[in-house]
């Protein structure tokens, strides 16, 4: 079973200061993805990968990087952390046909 | 991207069948439609995909009409556990094609005592 794990589950950070949430997965999918989800906007794509080194823009990619030097870990780096990054942050990989996305159990991140 | 059109809440009572139906008109020929539920502060959770006709699994249903212009999800007997958000998306299969799918505002789905 396909299985997706994001670190930490919960953060608090300052205005500014450089933070890093991994995900990593137990399988050998090639696409993952993070989206953030807020009240009332619902689920928004960030950045997604298709592979090793590929990476491309969501919908909102502004204040965030991403890197996949490795198929299975897929990290989400805010470089400048502002408050209007507090949100709840998903990633996610595709399996494909009957498969579908299977999700992290998600990092909730406060920026004061 | 086909672009569907769900309804934005519902509410039922224990035990009942709850059919949740989503538009899409545009879809494309190699679309499948796939189905999620999300719980508060969880991650969404695959339930179900088709591409025509029915397709039924442990706790869902999926009915597709000829034209594949929309698609009703199912849930026989709901219960307090089933209250979630409910995702249609629909999009072409294949393991790189997940930056296809666009989740919209889903259906809330609230079940009653």
């Known amino acids: 079973e396909a299985q997706v794990t994001q670190n930490p589950r919960y953060l608090i950070t300052v205005t500014g200061k450089k933070l890093t949430v991994t995900c990593s997965q137990n399988?050998?999918?090639?696409?993952m993805s993070w989206y953030r989800q807020d009240p009332g906007l619902g689920l928004r794509q960030i950045y997604y990968?298709?592979?090793?080194?590929?990476?491309d823009k969501g919908d909102v990619p502004e204040g965030y990087k991403v890197s996949r030097k490795e198929k299975r870990n897929f990290p989400l780096i805010l470089e400048s952390p502002s408050p209007n990054q507090t949100s709840l942050y998903f990633c996610a990989i595709y399996g494909g046909m009957g498969y579908g996305y299977t999700f992290g159990s998600g990092t909730r991140l406060t920026v004061v | 991207l086909a672009k569907t059109t769900q309804p934005i809440s519902m509410d039922s009572y224990e035990g009942q069948e709850v059919n949740i139906t989503c538009s899409h008109n545009n879809i494309a020929t190699n679309d499948y439609i796939t189905w999620y539920q999300q719980f508060p502060s969880q991650g969404p959770r695959f339930i179900i995909q088709g591409y025509k006709t029915k397709v039924t699994n442990e706790v869902a249903s999926l009915f597709i009409p000829a034209d594949r212009k929309s698609s009703t999800l199912s849930l026989p007997r709901v219960s307090l556990s089933d209250t979630a958000v409910y995702y249609c998306l629909v999009g072409p299969r294949g393991k790189n094609y997940g930056q296809n799918f666009v989740f919209g505002p889903g259906t809330r789905l609230s079940v009653l005592p």
């Open positions: 399988m050998n999918h090639e696409y």
């Open positions: 990968s298709m592979n090793v080194e590929v990476t």
